[in-house]
């Protein structure tokens, strides 16, 4: 059940890191409403991510690395590096996501975005995803690559 579980993860997670790509073309190509639309999917496809994450890791599946010696050192700083931002996204997500919908709450529609009230929270917003895409699409990448190599190194862990 777990490997199944673990499958259904990374193709949320490659679905969300999709989905998050479209978002920012999208709003770069002043697709509002488009925009709107792939960043829910794409966090509401991280959201099911975790659980199917934390449920396999409660279910004791894990896989260590058990690669080349020489590669060692390359893969614990790249999985270091994507467990610390994977900590730091999900906060960066929640606080963009709350000011777009407190602006879309003050704008009443997404074609009113600019009203005074609204422009507070969509420049909270803004400010906010200056940080958060990046981080979010590095922990994505890294956790697709981390996958692959323990799909080649790695060595299934139970307990």
């Excluded at 829910?40 to 449920?55: D, E, I, K, M, R």
């Excluded at 004791?60 to 994507?82: C, Q, V």
């Excluded at 000011?99 to 009443?108: D, S, V, Y």
């Excluded at 940080?131 to 692959?148: H, R």
Aim: net charge positive; glycine share 10%.
């Amino acid at each position: 059940m777990a490997p199944i579980i673990n499958q259904w993860a990374v193709i949320t997670i490659v679905l969300s890191g999709i989905a998050l790509v479209f978002g920012v073309v999208f709003i770069r190509r002043g697709n509002r409403e488009a925009h709107m639309r792939a960043m829910l999917t794409a966090s509401a496809l991280a959201t099911v991510f975790l659980v199917l994450y934390l449920t396999r890791l409660a279910l004791g599946y894990e896989k260590a690395y058990a690669g080349p010696d020489g590669w060692r050192g390359a893969y614990f700083t790249l999985l270091i590096s994507h467990i610390i931002l994977a900590a730091a996204n999900l906060p960066l997500a929640l606080g963009a996501l709350w000011h777009a919908w407190k602006g879309l709450r003050a704008a009443g529609n997404l074609g009113n975005i600019d009203a005074p009230a609204a422009r507070p929270s969509f420049n909270r917003h803004r400010a906010w995803v200056r940080w958060t895409v990046p981080v979010w699409l590095y922990v994505a990448v890294t956790g697709w690559i981390i996958y692959l190599v323990l799909g080649r190194y790695g060595e299934v862990v139970t307990g």
